[in-house]
């Protein structure tokens, strides 16, 4: 495993750099003309390695644009952008996309190999990996997946679920230290939209790396270390899922929703019962009404 | 318009190595005035049915009424344009759709194809845009520079104004953020009321399903696996299991309060507000209240 | 159901044609087509034959497959035959037909210029039945891989046929699609006059151009979020081997080749 990541930052990084593992905005501004609104206004953030955060806002609030700065497809008009202590300009960009992986939202339209295998080795094969290296990332990245016995297939024999999971493991096989899924899930039925966040959870846990995820998806929010929450081109608020959760009405007024189990908790504590904490998930809040019942 | 399965099958490519059995022996009715969700995974054959309503395919085996309309295997229906116009139809990602250089005239041309006045039609899109919410300035534009939800809102006006008595939808939220899939579905729902039209929702959205429709139709592998009232179906949280479909979260909910606690709260369509005070007495009753 | 569509005729196999470079199916058949045109006699012609037929049915691809990729020349093949019937008035009177006189040198000929056509088509479709449409992209860039010293866009024109491959189907899906949301908003695609049926495609093609464009866009962001910056330094994960079997059938080639010039008038 240890090889794995030395032989990629052997490749290409040359280990000059310092290493600062970590993405930061500071201030940073952009639109897309000089005349058009700015999309962004003096955003500035920080992300960790190993943190998974999500990103959240309603459409047009800026959380797509977020995600194409970080790797140097866009460039903000002011401030600046540094990835593992690396400002983000078009000198830096190939190196900096090496370790920023993207997934996207249209499993179709980032399908770029005629196969499983060819689509997986594009990455590669733009960064001028070997061959052997190739084939070996391969087969690693599709079994960390769970995509394995689809290596020969063809995109369009795949289901949408499938075709992510495929573009996920494309991202891994150049081992990044930072992946981004940029409303990843949106387009996928209940059971790809499953698929997918089972994936992210098992390769977050096994490989060093820090996950951001930009969704709609209230579940995939509460799984996240920590959120940003976008609105109208600003960070609106920054905090963990139960911090966030907890201010349901000013969610809602920049046309947010609430998880099911935050609603409720609020309607039970409407009704007089006192919960010690924002619950997150079903466990959570049956452990609270269990305490209460219980001491009764 | 009442709707009927009768045996219906439906096989793609017959005789081919390809040869797909999609739909096998299907048989239910919907009520006219009726909001009817089908809910099915990917493969299901959800789409396969749905393409029946409107005689984009006519059944391999059996028949299916739709009002006064036949499609039978084996025979040609000389009335398709009819149906067509009776039954309107938004496919998934309807914006995809669009072609015209204005709005107005994208939501013109379904009625223009069936032969509606000119004076009509004029009526017909101002009615449309608004039930879908469309602002009047819009309708000159062009449909490609609005945003995706604006497009949506465009593709579904265009069927609205065929002024259809059966409205079939396609997953219409997919893709759309929360707030825009419940103006959306609400709107749907407010139509239906309103119109008494009869709606037909292909939805791998449960908590939908639960909220809007009258009547659920499963399907699983082409075959009708359970129907019934919302309430009875999704007591029957096994046999979902079984087909990989989940429960709405506050049916799914209340069961693990049940297993936990010994609490039994049946779900009978209260809100969530509703709930919490039942849920509340009973916590607070504590043991001695079971 | 679009999906069942088999690209380029392409049937799977792991028969000897299947295996050879495609490098060397494109170059052998290059040259095949070439030396057709030496032929003229009977033994001539034969060896050229045998060596089509040999081939074919080596690949094991059934023969109504082969066929299938035939018909529509077959009506160009016929008709190659009958202009030679009446066109050529050489040799000996062989039956006057209602005034149509046909001469030997004619039947001769049609036949010989119908059998070239045959070995042509025959020749040439039994490199896509047997190799897969990326193979064969492949392998023209690797071909055209000396091009590149006078600046010609080899690796970009690859690349643009195998995205082309990828999306075709997914193309395919899309067309079947808004032909059908269009058909429910009273769009008839199969009655009605020339002029009708022609402004019932405009409702299909905007929209397919439209999502085409959008993917194609997309597609460009992807590509470039993974790294793409063109061909240079590039590497490649699928790769092009020689093997004993080409070199094999090489070396038959040149026989038949020296075969077709002894057995030559």
Redesign the interface.
């Known amino acids: 495993m240890l090889s794995y990541f030395l032989g990629n930052s052997e490749l290409s990084r040359g280990g000059t750099r310092m290493e600062k593992s970590q993405i930061e905005f500071r201030n940073v501004s952009f639109r897309y003309h000089d005349d058009a609104p700015w999309v962004l206004k003096n955003v500035s953030f920080t992300i960790d390695a190993d943190e998974w955060v999500a990103i959240i806002g ?3 609030s800026g959380k797509s644009t977020i995600a ?1 700065l970080m ?1 140097g ?1 866009l460039f903000p008009q002011e401030g600046e952008i540094y990835v593992s202590g690396q400002k983000v300009n078009p000198d830096t960009i ?1 190196e900096i ?2 370790q920023v ?2 997934v ?1 939202q ?1 499993p ?8 499983v ?2 689509d997986v ?11 052997e290296l ?2 070996e990332r ?1 087969s690693e990245s599709l079994e960390a997946v769970g995509m394995e016995a689809y290596e020969r297939q ?4 795949l ?2 679920g499938q075709k992510q999971r495929v573009a996920i493991a ?2 891994l096989a ?1 081992s990044p230290k930072y992946i981004i899924l940029d409303e990843a899930t ?2 996928l ?4 939209r499953k698929e997918i966040m089972q994936t992210i959870r098992d390769v977050q846990s096994k490989r060093n790396l820090a996950l951001i995820t930009i969704t ?1 998806d ?1 579940q995939e929010v509460t799984q996240a270390d920590r959120v940003i929450v976008m609105n109208q081109g600003k960070v609106w608020m920054q905090g963990s899922p139960r911090e966030i959760f907890s201010r349901k009405e000013q969610l809602i007024e920049i ?3 609430t998880p ?2 935050s ?2 908790a609020d ?2 504590l ?4 006192s919960l010690s904490r924002e619950p997150l998930n ?1 466990q959570e ?2 452990e609270e ?2 305490t ?3 001491t ?1 | 318009m009442d709707i009927t399965f009768d045996q219906v099958s439906y096989v793609y490519q017959p005789g081919s190595p390809f040869e797909h059995r999609a739909l096998q022996d299907i048989s239910f009715s919907i009520q006219s005035g009726s909001f009817v969700a089908i809910i099915g995974h990917t493969g299901s054959g959800k789409s396969t049915l749905l393409q029946h309503l409107n005689g984009l395919v006519q059944p391999t085996e059996g028949r299916v009424n739709i009002g006064p309309y036949a499609l039978v295997s084996g025979e040609k229906n000389k009335h398709l344009r009819e149906l067509r116009e009776k039954v309107g139809v938004v496919f998934q990602y309807p914006e995809h759709q669009l072609f015209e250089e204005t709005v107005a005239k994208d939501i013109a041309f379904g009625p223009e194809n069936f032969g509606v006045e000119q004076k009509e039609i004029e009526d017909r899109i101002q009615q449309a845009a608004k039930a879908t919410k469309l602002s009047e300035d819009l309708l000159e534009r062009s449909p490609f520079d609005l945003s995706g939800g604006q497009m949506r809102r465009v593709a579904i006006s265009g069927v609205l104004a065929m002024n259809p008595e059966v409205l079939v939808l396609d997953e219409p939220t997919a893709g759309l953020d929360p707030s825009g899939q419940r103006e959306i579905m609400d709107m749907f729902h407010e139509l239906h009321k309103s119109k008494e039209l009869t709606t037909i929702l292909v939805t791998h959205s449960m908590e939908d399903a639960l909220k809007y429709a009258d009547h659920i139709v499963i399907l699983n592998h082409g075959e009708v696996y359970r129907e019934g009232t919302p309430l009875e179906i999704f007591k029957q949280r096994e046999a979902l299991e079984n087909v990989q479909l989940d429960v709405p979260e506050v049916i799914d909910f209340l069961a693990k309060v049940e297993e936990k606690m010994n609490i039994r709260l049946p779900y009978e369509g209260q809100s969530i507000a509703e709930l919490a005070k039942e849920l509340a007495r009973m916590v607070r009753g504590g043991r001695d209240h079971e | 159901m679009s999906s069942s569509m088999i690209i380029g005729q392409y049937v799977p196999g792991d028969s000897v044609v299947h295996r050879l470079d495609p490098r060397s199916k494109i170059a052998i058949i290059f040259f095949f087509v070439l030396i057709v045109f030496f032929a003229n006699s009977v033994m001539s012609y034969g060896l050229l034959a045998l060596f089509g037929i040999g081939a074919a049915a080596s690949s094991k691809v059934p023969l109504r497959y082969i066929m299938k990729g035939l018909t529509p020349v077959w009506f160009l093949i016929l008709f190659t035959f009958i202009l030679h019937l009446f066109v050529t008035k050489e040799g000996d009177l062989l039956f006057n037909l209602w005034g149509f006189k046909v001469y030997e040198e004619g039947v001769v000929q049609g036949a010989a210029i119908s059998l070239r056509f045959f070995l042509l088509i025959l020749v040439t479709s039994l490199l896509t039945l047997t190799t897969t449409p990326i193979e064969i992209t492949d392998a023209i860039e690797e071909l055209l891989g000396p091009l590149k010293k006078v600046r010609f866009p080899v690796h970009e024109l690859a690349l643009m046929m195998s995205i082309s491959l990828r999306f075709i189907p997914t193309l395919m899906q899309e067309t079947e699609k808004i032909s059908k949301a269009q058909a429910s908003r009273g769009v008839d695609f199969r009655t009605g006059s020339f002029k009708d049926r022609i402004k019932a495609v405009v409702p299909l093609l905007v929209p397919l151009f439209v999502s085409a464009f959008k993917r194609a866009e997309e597609l460009a962001m992807a590509m470039e979020a993974r790294g793409y910056r063109g061909g240079e330094g590039r590497t490649k994960l699928r790769e092009l081997k020689i093997g004993k079997l080409d070199y094999v059938m090489y070396g038959l080639f040149v026989v038949v080749v020296i075969g077709l010039f002894l057995t030559r008038n």
């Open positions: 309603h459409n047009g194409k790797n497809l190939w996309r090496e992986g993207m996207f249209n179709d339209n980032q399908f770029v190999g005629t196969t295998r060819d080795a594009f990455g590669m094969e733009n960064h001028g990996m070997s061959r190739m084939v391969i063809e995109p369009h024999r289901s949408g494309s991202v150049v949106a387009m039925d209940p059971k790809g709609h209230l046309g947010l929703d099911f189990v609603k409720l309607e039970l409407n009704a007089g019962l079903h809040l049956l009404l269990w209460l019942h219980s009764k």
